[in-house]
């Protein structure tokens, strides 16, 4: 699978290509790892930056009132990445300019994550970031720091992006960009689905479609467990 080298290098600086272009989310999905290998001509750095679907994510502020636990300051974020990942063969910092980072989003320090209210405190607003970035990372949703990118020789590379069981679905975008004294020669971009399939797929689908039934559903069997659990713990 490797040898993808030959004639498309010639007619290209940069080839990719993943070990599966669809991540399959059944019920027993539990995370998984997908390899992305490539070819390169010439010398040169590779970055490789991979983007989920975006979405928007409220982060609440919890402080303890008479000895509960309650939110009271919340803050809104609008079209962050719901994953974001990183793999270089270097430091970031050595590899590209910090003005080119910043204005391609590359690297976690770098992503562009704007409150939905323009009339949020600055001060709020970074520390409502930054718990929204340690939370992702947490959830390894989003990487802390690039992830290993190997070099097989002067012209192969490989690298392995790893997907959580919590990973959203929709299509992800992976960029990968070769860099030659401190210059983005060329860039790649290629598409990855992430589906559900099977049991999971049409439990997901039902509860989009027909939420209502999906709530009157859900109400009613949290009910009935409650009612079994109960009545064993009565018997016992």
Same mark, same amino acid.
């Given at each position: ?6 004639? /498309? ?8 290509? +993943? /070990?599966?272009?669809? $991540?399959?989310?059944? %019920? ?12 390169? *001509? ?6 490789? #930056?991979? *983007? ?6 409220? #982060?609440?502020?919890? &402080? ?5 636990? #309650? =939110? ?6 609008? @079209? ?6 990183? /793999?270089?063969?270097?430091? +970031?910092?050595?590899? !590209?300019?910090?003005? %080119? ?14 409150? %939905?209210?323009? =009339?949020?405190? /600055? ?5 409502? *970031? ?10 390894? +949703? ?7 990118? !190997? ?6 590379? *490989? ?6 069981? =919590? ?7 992976? &960029?990968?960009?070769? $860099? ?13 689905? $992430?589906?559900?399939? @099977? ?38």
């Amino acid at each position: 699978v490797l040898l993808l080298g030959g004639a /498309s290098l010639q007619a290209k600086d940069l080839v990719i290509d +993943l /070990s599966a272009p669809i $991540v399959q989310i059944t %019920t027993a999905f539990s995370g998984t790892e997908l390899l992305l290998f490539g070819a390169k *001509r010439g010398a040169g750095d590779v970055i490789v #930056v991979v *983007r989920g679907p975006l979405e928007n994510q409220t #982060v609440h502020l919890k &402080e303890r009132k008479l000895g509960i636990w #309650v =939110n009271t300051e919340h803050l809104t974020f609008d @079209g962050l990445p719901s994953y974001y990942w990183v /793999s270089s063969n270097r430091p +970031l910092y050595d590899i !590209l300019p910090a003005d %080119t980072l910043a204005r391609l989003q590359i690297g976690v320090d770098e992503v562009q994550i704007q409150p %939905t209210d323009t =009339n949020a405190n /600055s001060a709020a607003t970074i520390a409502f *970031r930054a718990a929204l970035i340690r939370d992702k990372i947490r959830k390894k +949703l989003y990487s802390e720091d690039a992830s290993p990118l !190997l070099f097989l020789n002067d012209m192969l590379f *490989r690298t392995r992006i790893n997907f959580p069981a =919590n990973v959203s679905v929709g299509e992800f975008a992976i &960029e990968t960009f070769l $860099v030659r004294d401190q210059e983005i020669i060329t860039s790649e971009t290629t598409l990855l689905n $992430v589906r559900k399939f @099977g049991l999971e797929a049409e439990i997901y689908d039902f509860a989009h479609k027909q939420s209502l039934l999906y709530g009157i559903f859900a109400v009613i069997i949290a009910c009935v467990a409650g009612w079994l659990a109960n009545a064993a713990f009565r018997r016992s």
